[in-house]
């Protein structure tokens, strides 16, 4: 007999050592603590798993605007600007 899982993957309730099934919801080997179940109770990706998609998804597939970067490059070019102008004045 394979050893149950601390959690069931069905419910989620804790699952005593050496039960032979969920005392919550009945899960057992044949019903839902298969290998399968296991890997699925760890929320891995598996093969089938579409990376792009899921960013699409999860952040709408928009590249983010650059908001102000001609200030950025400004205030480099100032901070630059000033060191130089103390290495100098020495």
């Known amino acids: 007999m394979p050893n149950p899982p601390d959690n069931c ?7 005593p050592p050496r039960s032979r099934a ?3 919801c009945g899960a057992d080997d044949k019903t839902g603590w298969s ?3 296991r890997c699925d109770e760890l929320g891995i990706p ?3 798993f579409d990376y792009d998609k899921f960013v699409a998804e999860e952040f709408g ?3 983010p ?3 102000h ?3 950025w490059f400004a205030a480099a070019i100032l901070v630059l600007s000033a060191f130089v102008f103390a290495l100098v004045r020495r």
């Open 65 to 67: 605007r650059r908001k």
């Open 35 to 37: 290998e399968k179940a």
């Open 22 to 24: 969920c005392p919550e």
């Open 69 to 71: 970067q001609w200030l």
């Open 9 to 15: 993957p069905v419910c989620g309730a804790d699952v």
């Open 61 to 63: 597939g928009k590249q």
């Open 46 to 48: 598996d093969d089938s």
